[in-house]
């Protein structure tokens, strides 16, 4: 199987999608080839290209769809008669309807691994304003947020938090677009803060822009800083020590798994599964971290070795189910036996 990541090696959430990747690639016997795509959908299509050219060609392929040049992608694919998977749903409008759904225009594109990223906007919305609501209850919640870039993963979080915002009467000042950069977050909220001073919420569409805001809060340079409600999305690390400290309130993730229930949903159709020829996809609840359950999840703040997860216990061929039943919970502390930290 080749699995194109879109990042760099050693992106944080990318890396540990790769790497749940290779241990279930390990653990179920599969050869696992990784290419890069360096952040850019023309760099992404000019190395499965060179790959395609120069090598075996694979029995599967992983890989995450940019906007811009999709049709591209799949063409390639069909053009060589691989079949594949897409992680996320990262294509809308005029060009989504252009390349139809799994199967259809497509026919070797065997579905999609993609989680609720509106519901997921919206739980990270209201974990922040819960967390003002326990720490000032009496302030009014005035809200910032902060996007990736123009696109439905991002647009489709944002249209989340828009919508819990807006149901419990949160005043949600400017929404800002930062390209995933915390660098441009910090920048960026420094100015938005001067502008909106009384703000006391701000949501992130990913945890290193959320790491931004964080420090232009802290650099706005007063005695006894009034408490903002931060967070984000991705688990990153990082993120997770500053929960447990105290500093960012939430982070909403767990989909780094998609990684390894792809190359296992592979696995199983090789060894004659049906599931992909009846779904066009795998969906699955994301999950929030906040202080009050951080302590279940920071373990994974370790290096892991991902080879203690057993995920053939999730395969349908052992476990006779319909459906792929796996939710980023079973990464919790007292649900995850046998994972290894070290």
Known sequence: MLLVNPSISGEPFWQKVESIAQAASKQLNVKLDVIYGDGSRYIQLEELQKYLEYRATPDFVVLMLYPGNAEQHLDLLEKYGIQYLTLEQTINGPEQVEI????????NWLG???FDNFRAGADLAQALTDSLREKRPKVKPQ?????GHYGSESDARNQGAQSFFGSQGVALQ???YASWSKTQAMEKTQRLLKRYPNTNIIWSASDLMAMGALSAVKQRGEKDPAFVAIGGFDWLNDTLRLIEKGELQASVGGHFIMGGLAILSLYDKFHGHSYWQTNQ???Y?????NQHNVHRYIWLAEKIDWTGVDFSGF?????KQSNYLVSPTFLAK???PGVISD
């Open 100 to 107: 139809g759904k799994p199967g259809q225009r497509y026919k």
């Open 112 to 114: 999609e691994i993609y």
């Open 143 to 147: 809200a910032l947020a902060i996007n």
């Open 174 to 176: 400017q929404s800002i």
């Open 281 to 283: 996809s795998i969906t």
């Open 285 to 289: 609840p994301l999950v929030v971290i």
């Open 315 to 319: 395969s349908l061929l052992n476990n």
């Open 334 to 336: 007292d649900n995850a």
